[in-house]
């Protein structure tokens, strides 16, 4: 049972690994149209959710000029939302809206765009913060795994020249041990 752990716990790591480069790959090709549409369109996804003694919060993400932008608040009776009360279910509720850019009254909250685009906010009165990142700088961000996954798949496919060690490539010219001096591999002449 021991010996078929490591080889478990060797094929979950890289299952997840794929998944998550799957993942991140499909964000980035989205990413591209959402990019381009954020200078003629606002949109705006937010999830609410009120909880027990009338308080919930909310988590928002929006694209506007290039930018995407998180947000997170606490809400209470106190914040003024869209809606009534009871316009919220106590599981949560998902929001989408857009308006044209040259329309929108988008004020963000950043005081301001920061090196390279990247910029923080909070927002006292409902105990909230957020940030905002270029679409450029998520992209790369996301695309580490996909490319790191891809040269993986690339270098596991290559077929070792002869007279080269299989595991780790050293030049085994002129070796009559049987044996790889870099890894300890076995060598089959």
């Excluded at 299952?15 to 990019?35: D, E, K, Q, T």
């Excluded at 002129?174 to 001096?181: A, D, K, L, Y």
Aim: aromatic content about 14%; proline content about 6%.
């Amino acid at each position: 049972m021991s010996s078929r752990l490591p080889k478990m716990k060797s094929r979950f790591r890289r299952l997840l690994f794929n998944i998550l480069g799957s993942l991140s790959l499909v964000l980035v090709v989205a990413l591209g149209p959402l990019w381009r549409r954020s200078y003629r369109t606002v949109d705006h996804l937010a999830y609410s959710r009120w909880g027990t003694f009338d308080s919930g919060y909310s988590i928002s993400l929006s694209s506007y000029n290039g930018q995407l932008i998180f947000g997170f608040a606490r809400l209470s009776g106190i914040v003024a939302h869209r809606g009534s009360r009871s316009s919220f279910t106590p599981h949560g509720q998902f929001q989408h809206s857009q308006v044209p850019a040259a329309q929108a009254k988008w004020q963000p909250f950043a005081r301001s765009a920061g090196r390279y685009g990247f910029s923080y906010f909070i927002l006292p009165r409902s105990r909230g913060w957020g940030g905002s990142a270029p679409c450029w700088a998520v992209a790369a961000f996301l695309a580490v795994l996909p490319v790191t996954a891809s040269m993986q798949f690339i270098r596991s496919r290559r077929r070792p020249e002869a007279g080269f060690c299989i595991p780790c490539g050293y030049n085994l010219t002129g070796n009559t041990s049987g044996i790889c001096p870099e890894c300890g591999a076995k060598i089959s002449t």
